[in-house]
């Protein structure tokens, strides 16, 4: 069964036509040239060209009812006809809405584009996609336009996969700066759609000012659990607050609810400049956003636009997510990495909150919470000069080198043999000599360094992303491929070890960062502040090293901002294949993707998961979730509190005094 590839782009002008006839200061910024800006950015960094071009349709009655009632549907039926004194006396009727007589159509339109882009997914004609469509949705409720939204396109389209497609669990992921109430209303009592949003809420001072947007509405009957807001309490948040976020709250939850489908109510008005969000989060932020949820539901991943009004932040945005849509290496985020306060304080209280309802969450300690909301010390500001200025960063796609054959994909570049002799074998000696010069006595190392170093030569001259070395003695090659990276100018690199290493120590320490996942203790190495011994021993139920990657990997990784991966396995590796490849594809969002894998093991089974998870396949090879132990839980509590100073993403608490 082939797997399905490519990207859907849904567009249509004539939802431009929508826009504001009068003065309201309160609604005159959704302006048509939020989708013609969006596009035409698109098209400049040729991204148009790239995507599946599917065409809008109307949505129909039948699929509006399925979330709204009759009322609401003839009431914006009815506004076709009205003359603008008419249309003004109607939009008054809600809270933050204005209607045109080409209002009406544009909605359909919109969730028409929102329905065509489950189809083209569902089907299986594309992989995942994004619709841009105006007017947004997720404010919308069942007998009410609001917040510039009049029906509710990504709630219709949940439903719409119900029932087309009989499927049972849905994860919707609101990362627009203002709270879908809408959508909640919709879902509170349902457990088959998770709804995810983090929104600006400022102790209830901000806009929809709703109780009900707190981390404490967690959903109703049989859907408690299966709603979670994230409440910023602060405006200036910024990358290293919303990864927290996916680290620590949504993407634990999102693996252990395994959604068929992933719908994204994607606004970007959580983007820097965003006159409406006071955030800082820059376009980057996105690419790695949509990178950790084309991990869900088998890549099955449909973003539909909501808001965003900073025009150049939006249509920057909006790029990032479809680059990544298509499979281009993530961006490497700058700027300090740790969360501040108040994100950490709203974490702690959400994770608390829903501590009853997940697995994931089942032993953590949150017996020591009092009442949080009333702190408020460590204010950040939003920027006041937002840079939005800077172009994205456009890479090419990815490429895989390699120069073991026949590992399983077609889409890896095999490096070709002269390639590999052309660095002879007093060339390496050369240059491994001093060093490493008792290390190299066998012709079969010297050859394999040779293979390692045609590798890593090419991802560091960027002709490939990453690569996968072979290699007799892996130590031995990342210890000259880390030297070498070091010697090139790369400030940090970033080791996983998996399975027993004999690590031999460099020169190079504060350049390095060495993580050693392997079953036992290895004695002499934690005097570096750079050497975090993981012990891990993989169930053998399932994968349950999710928690592991989430809750500590990815958290420690992202607070380093690594120039290169090394991911080397070893002898007697303590995980299974299924841990290799969430490892393998989870850490491809940092150092712009650039990954050096070097593998002892000859298993063809691991060679071709690792080649497949470099190139983005996104086959379900994680394995099933598998929740942590009491004893895994612990053990990762205890890492975290031991590392958090140092490494400040792993910071989800502020029982230790932050
Ligand atoms: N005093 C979206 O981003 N603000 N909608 C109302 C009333 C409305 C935002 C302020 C903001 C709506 C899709
Ligand atoms: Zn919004």
């Known amino acids: 069964l082939a797997m399905a590839s490519g990207t859907a782009l849904i567009y249509d002008e004539e939802m431009t036509t929508h826009k504001l006839l009068w003065s309201d200061p309160v609604c005159d910024i959704e302006v048509p040239e939020r989708l013609s800006s969006s596009y035409e950015q698109l098209k400049r960094y040729h991204l148009v060209e790239r995507c599946v071009c599917v065409p809008v349709r109307e949505g129909s009655e039948e699929e509006i009812l399925l979330v709204h009632s009759s009322e609401h549907l003839e009431v914006a039926k009815s506004t076709q006809t009205m003359n603008e004194e008419q249309l003004k006396r109607v939009s008054g009727n809600y809270d933050a809405f204005f209607f045109h007589p080409n209002t009406y159509r544009c909605a359909r339109l919109a969730v028409g584009a929102t329905l065509q882009l489950v189809d083209a997914v569902m089907s299986g004609k594309v992989c995942n996609g994004m619709a841009l469509v105006r007017p947004p949705g997720h404010h919308s409720q069942r007998n009410a336009a609001n917040g510039f939204c009049l029906f509710n396109n990504v709630a219709i389209a949940a439903e719409y996969a119900k029932v087309k497609y009989g499927l049972k669990r849905i994860l919707i992921v609101d990362w627009d700066v203002h709270h879908g109430q809408g959508t909640q209303y919709i879902f509170e009592e349902d457990p088959s759609v998770l709804y995810f949003s983090w929104h600006r809420y400022e102790h209830q001072e901000f806009w929809p000012s709703l109780t009900e947007s707190d981390y404490d509405a ?40 395994d959604p068929e489908l992933v719908i994204v109510s994607s606004g970007y008005d959580s983007g820097i400049g965003d006159p409406e969000g006071q955030m800082n989060a820059t376009p980057e932020v996105f690419a790695h956003l949509t990178h950790f949820l084309m991990q869900l539901a088998n890549g099955k991943l449909c973003v539909v636009l909501e808001g965003g009004y900073h025009l150049k ?45 997940w697995k994931w969450l089942m032993y953590e300690d949150t017996s020591f919470i009092q009442n949080l909301s009333t702190k408020s010390h460590l204010l950040k500001k939003a920027d006041p000069n937002p840079s939005t200025e800077h172009e994205s960063k456009i890479m090419p796609p990815i490429k895989t080198a390699t120069t073991s054959d026949s590992k399983g994909s077609a889409h890896l570049l095999h490096v070709p043999v002269h390639l590999v002799k052309e660095l002879d074998k007093t060339e390496i000696k050369a240059f491994v000599s001093g060093f490493y010069a008792d290390l190299v006595k066998e012709d079969k190392t010297l050859l394999s360094l040779g293979s390692m170093l045609a590798i890593l030569d090419k991802i560091l001259k960027k002709e490939v992303c990453n690569g996968i070395a072979e290699s007799p003695t892996a130590a031995v090659s990342v210890a000259v491929a880390l030297r070498h990276s070091v010697r090139f100018g790369f400030q940090r690199v970033l080791c996983v070890f998996v399975g027993d290493m004999q690590i031999i120590p460099n020169t190079d320490d504060g350049k390095i960062l060495v993580i050693h996942i392997c079953e036992k203790e290895q004695s002499g190495k934690t005097s570096s502040k750079h050497y975090i011994p993981l012990n891990w021993k993989e169930d053998a139920e399932g994968n349950d090293f999710f928690s592991a990657v989430l809750g500590f990997i990815l958290p420690v990784a992202y607070s380093y901002r690594p120039d290169l991966t090394v991911i080397a396995i070893g002898p007697n590796r303590s995980l299974g294949i299924s841990g290799i490849f969430l490892l393998f594809t989870l850490l491809q969002g940092l150092a712009e993707s650039r990954i050096l894998a070097v593998i002892e093991d000859k298993e063809i089974n691991l060679m071709q998961s690792v080649a497949q998870a470099l190139v983005g396949a996104s086959t379900p090879n994680f394995g099933t979730y598998v929740p942590p132990s009491q004893e895994k839980a612990n053990k990762i509590k205890i890492l975290r509190d031991q590392f958090q100073q140092q490494w400040k993403m792993l910071q989800c608490s502020v029982k230790d005094g932050i």
């Open 313 to 357: 932040s939006l249509s920057e945005s909006v790029c990032m997510t479809v680059k990544t849509l298509l499979g281009d290496p993530v961006p490497q985020i700058t700027g300090e990495m740790a969360p501040c306060l108040s994100a950490v304080e709203s974490i702690q209280n959400v994770r608390a909150a829903h501590k009853p309802y």
């Open 218 to 257: 967690v959903g109703l009957g049989k859907g408690k659990g299966f709603n979670i807001n994230l409440p910023w309490n602060k405006v200036g948040m910024g990358n290293s607050d919303y990864l927290a976020v996916f680290f620590h709250v949504l993407l634990p939850a999102a693996f252990e609810f």
